[in-house]
């Protein structure tokens, strides 16, 4: 009885095997269609992926140009055209695989979306604002930018976040959703489209000629390195204080990465200029009554012992 029982389970396990295998096989051979289908759609998309990415490659170099498109809009309008294929894809092959239609299937799917659809509010937001700034142009990669109290150069610009270095080598990471929300100023645009201006204020005394002031500081802005002559520096009269005029110089420049050196050096010629005047800047105040008491100019102005001692020089050279 015990032979005959073993008997039987074997011949019970080997035709279960045998059904199953042929049903798989089956499946297997029902399934090759749907399998063919996937490959096609998979191929296609995949070949259509190189295509958008060929075109916006050449736009990018310049080699393909649309009106109205700019070249730095290709690489970002690739990746968003090929994220709707690939979801594209994903949708016409959902249906082709196997168990789609079960329930657990299914379950796992609605779960999935609801995981991401809770969590990522914020990234989100992040990501659709990145793709408005994208658009918008407010600046490019490299561009000296002031964003809220924050100035820099930009050295990174991702879907979620845009980085900025300032002048003091900090890098600020900052999300795209609050550049959205902020005002920002593209020094650079300027400065290559117009000159970017820049300016510096001068209280000088009333018994000192408005027009020799002006002359002094136009010099002021013209010997300054990377202040440009065309258009010219000018100069405008700010205000008629109770102590002294206030004289404000103004100055084009083509280089907005070079701002605060510019400005340092633009000062720093201003003080030597009216210093070789005899002028005096009367700020902060001075109260001086003019019985023989020291002017404020410095005495030992290094531009002037500069110039005297290349003045002696070429006198013992001749």
């Not at 002048?167 to 005002?183: A, C, L, Y």
């Amino acid at each position: 009885g015990k032979i005959l029982g073993n008997f039987l389970l074997l011949r019970y396990l080997k035709s279960y095997i045998y059904n199953s295998v042929a049903e798989l096989r089956v499946d297997i051979i029902d399934y090759v269609p749907n399998l063919f289908t996937i490959v096609v759609i998979w191929y296609a998309v995949k070949y259509l992926v190189r295509m958008v990415l060929y075109l916006a490659r050449e736009i990018e170099a310049g080699r393909l140009k649309f009106n109205g498109f700019y070249p730095d809009w290709a690489m970002p309008t690739f990746h968003i055209v090929r994220f709707l294929l690939y979801a594209f894809m994903i949708a016409m092959i959902y249906p082709y695989l196997p168990g789609s239609d079960s329930g657990v299937f299914q379950g796992i799917s609605v779960f999935v979306g609801l995981i991401v659809s809770l969590g990522s509010s914020t990234v989100i937001g992040n990501i659709i604002a990145g793709l408005v700034i994208t658009y918008m142009r407010p600046f490019k990669m490299g561009d000296r930018i002031k964003l809220n109290d924050t100035t820099g150069d930009i050295i990174e610009k991702t879907p979620l976040v845009t980085r900025i270095r300032t002048p003091k080598n900090e890098v600020v990471t900052v999300p795209n959703s609050f550049i959205m929300s902020s005002h920002t100023v593209n020094y650079s645009t300027s400065a290559r489209e117009y000159g970017l201006i820049i300016h510096s204020e001068v209280s000088i005394g009333y018994d000192v000629p408005w027009r020799q002031v002006n002359q002094i500081l136009i010099d002021a802005a013209l010997n300054t390195p990377g202040v440009v002559d065309d258009p010219r520096p000018f100069v405008l009269e700010t205000s008629l204080s109770d102590w002294y005029p206030v004289y404000q110089i103004n100055a084009y420049i083509k280089e907005a990465h070079k701002m605060s050196q510019i400005y340092s050096d633009l000062h720093q010629t201003i003080q030597d200029k009216f210093n070789e005047a005899g002028i005096e800047i009367m700020s902060p105040h001075y109260m001086a009554v003019r019985d023989g008491n020291a002017t404020t100019t410095p005495k030992n102005d290094l531009s002037k012992s500069n110039t005297a001692d290349t003045a002696s020089q070429s006198n013992k050279s001749e």
